[in-house]
């Protein structure tokens, strides 16, 4: 149900632009308003996620470890699973952040014969997901040669190696197909596995079609439904100066891909892909596991009323001794009446 909802949904912002533009014939609201406040919600919704997110309070030290923590000098631990310095926690971080560590040592578990878990290898989820991150990376740096002029020269060597095959005309940019072959691998995984399909949601599709979408329609525009180049950075140059201002003859296609890619960023701060930046404020990730050596206090801990023994034995003797439980304050009584007993006797 979930997917069927995405795919409707991806379909409709297809279709928005295709009769906006196509048929009504706006396009400056496809080319210019549109753009803008998408730029605009996803600048103030990111930064207040952001915000939102360093201000909770993290009153407990909680970070995720699998390796030997740090004790006795004679121990030898794991700088990077248990890590117990800034610079191993810094470590740590880089390698999760650029090499997606944590996932390439992942594991699937399965229930084999007997009920018996059996643990299997993802280094395929691994490979697609760290080529679909890099791909869509350089896909974005690719793009600043619309928004610059002169072209960086660092944009010129990335566009040049992308694209050093040199396949048909124009080359054949390699990191543009595997995007989409990379998206499309963990679309269908969440479709054939059972397990992920079970908790997937319309919110886990939803941003897989829609980059499928942008990825598509960019290759579209760049090797079959060829669209004018100079028009188009015409566009994205007022666009960046804000001085906007939209050409006559760029094709339908280009506005679908405009749309799509202002939809998604202005889908991004409210989505699962805000991990971008919530990966660095996440406790479990950021903190030392230094607990062994130094005392973590909760700062925000106040002083609280304690419902002692006694007063839960002051409260409930009767019923206390009506069921059968022992009470100490009887016991106690009866120490100096035996003792007063013992003296009229003497």
């Not at 566009?159 to 963990?186: E, K, M, N, R």
């Amino acid at each position: 149900m979930g997917v069927w909802f995405s795919l409707i949904v991806v379909i409709g912002l297809i279709v928005f632009p295709l009769i906006g533009v196509g048929l009504l014939g706006l396009n400056a609201l496809f080319g210019i308003v549109v753009p803008y406040v998408a730029l605009v919600v996803f600048l103030v919704g990111l930064i207040y996620r952001v915000i939102t997110w360093g201000k909770t309070p993290v009153p407990f030290h909680i970070p995720t470890t699998c390796g030997q923590q740090k004790s006795f000098p004679w121990i030898k631990y794991s700088k990077l699973e248990s890590p117990a310095t800034g610079w191993e926690v810094f470590m740590r971080m880089f390698l999760e952040v650029v090499t997606f560590r944590s996932l390439f040592r992942n594991l699937r578990t399965e229930m084999g014969p007997g009920y018996r878990p059996v643990y299997g290898s993802t280094k395929w989820l691994w490979l697609a997901g760290i080529v679909f991150h890099y791909s869509f990376l350089i896909v974005l740096l690719r793009h600043l040669r619309f928004f610059r002029q002169p072209v960086p020269e660092f944009v010129s060597l990335i566009d040049s190696f992308d694209g050093f095959l040199q396949i048909g005309h124009p080359h054949l940019q390699i990191t543009g197909v595997t995007l989409l072959l990379a998206v499309f691998y963990l679309f269908l995984r969440r479709i054939f596995i059972p397990q992920v399909k079970y908790i997937s949601l319309p919110a886990d599709y939803f941003p897989l079609l829609l980059i499928m979408g942008i990825a598509g329609s960019g290759i579209l525009m760049r090797y079959f439904l060829k669209t004018d180049i100079i028009k188009v950075k015409e566009l994205t140059m007022g666009l960046a100066t804000l001085r906007p201002k939209v050409p006559d003859g760029i094709g339908v296609i280009f506005y679908i891909h405009l749309f799509l890619v202002s939809a998604l960023f202005a889908y991004f701060p409210f989505s699962k892909l805000v991990h971008l930046g919530g990966i660095f404020l996440s406790p479990t990730r950021n903190l030392a596991n230094n607990s062994r050596m130094k005392r973590h206090v909760n700062p925000w801990d106040y002083p609280v009323k304690v419902h002692t023994y006694e007063e839960y034995e002051e409260e409930f003797r009767e019923k206390m001794k009506m069921v059968g439980i022992p009470v100490e304050k009887d016991v106690e009584e009866e120490k100096p009446e035996e003792s007063e007993e013992s003296e009229q006797k003497e």
